[in-house]
């Protein structure tokens, strides 16, 4: 079965990092690229970043410049989520989504609910 | 970036209804444009890829349409696991940008 299951949920204090996980299996994760998504309670969803495939070279959205890192272990068959120096307004879903033909998200893990509060 | 404009934001119709949503992009993104569903407390789900394309799995009901910078999702015939919100993406250029989604709703 075509998957991706996302660690569980996290609560920070403002000004810690934290790190998702996201495990890939049933096809072959080191042939596609990973992207990574969040969503704030009733807000579209914003894209983060990606990851490619092959090479593993990754792009960051502007926004998240210096403070996000998306890395991944194909012997693991993960992808990883590091964003540093949390604040209240990065409590959010975070997703990460497998990109497939025509760079759509074709498949999705199913949430990490990261939580920043004092 | 490449805004991405949905309407409506919110529609109200029945079982068994035909349903348009559209959106539009800032500047013509070819045919690199996506929809998807969520449903509440729910992951995003992938329903047409490359603007006409049915992702497998997705019934026919769903079908896309459009190139450049208008694009059309229509459900032809509602259902009641149709109610969702929708969310259009392009995947153009990057940063990859969604829609302000559109909330279906029963009347």
């Known amino acids: 079965q075509v998957q991706l299951v996302q660690s569980g949920a996290e609560v920070k204090k403002p000004g810690a990092s934290v790190k998702v996980s996201c495990k890939a299996s049933?096809?072959?994760?080191?042939?596609?690229?990973m992207h990574w998504v969040r969503q704030a309670p009733g807000q579209r969803p914003e894209w983060m970043g990606w990851?490619?495939?092959?090479?593993?070279?990754?792009k960051y959205s502007q926004k998240f410049q210096g403070r996000v890192t998306i890395s991944r272990d194909t012997s693991a068959s993960t992808a990883y989520l590091d964003l540093s120096s949390l604040r209240s307004d990065d409590t959010a879903v975070y997703y990460c989504a497998r990109a497939g033909e025509s760079n759509a998200f074709d498949i999705w893990g199913q949430g990490t609910q990261v939580t920043v509060s004092s | 970036d490449i805004q991405m404009t949905q309407s409506p934001s919110s529609l109200s119709a029945s079982v068994g209804d035909r349903v348009t949503i559209t959106c539009r992009a800032s500047?013509?993104?070819?045919?690199?444009l996506h929809w998807i569903q969520q449903k509440p407390g729910k992951a995003p789900n992938l329903l047409i890829y490359?603007?006409?394309s049915l992702q497998s799995g997705v019934p026919s009901r769903f079908s896309g349409s459009g190139s450049g910078t208008d694009f059309t999702l229509t459900i032809s015939s509602l259902q009641p696991e149709d109610f969702a919100t929708y969310y259009c993406?392009?995947?153009?250029?990057?940063?990859?940008?969604f829609g302000g989604g559109t909330k279906v709703e029963i009347k």
């Open positions: 990851i490619s495939a092959g090479n593993d070279n990754t």
């Open positions: 049933g096809f072959i994760f080191v042939s596609y690229a």
């Open positions: 490359a603007a006409s």
């Open positions: 993406q392009q995947s153009y250029s990057s940063p990859v940008t």
């Open positions: 500047q013509s993104i070819s045919r690199y």
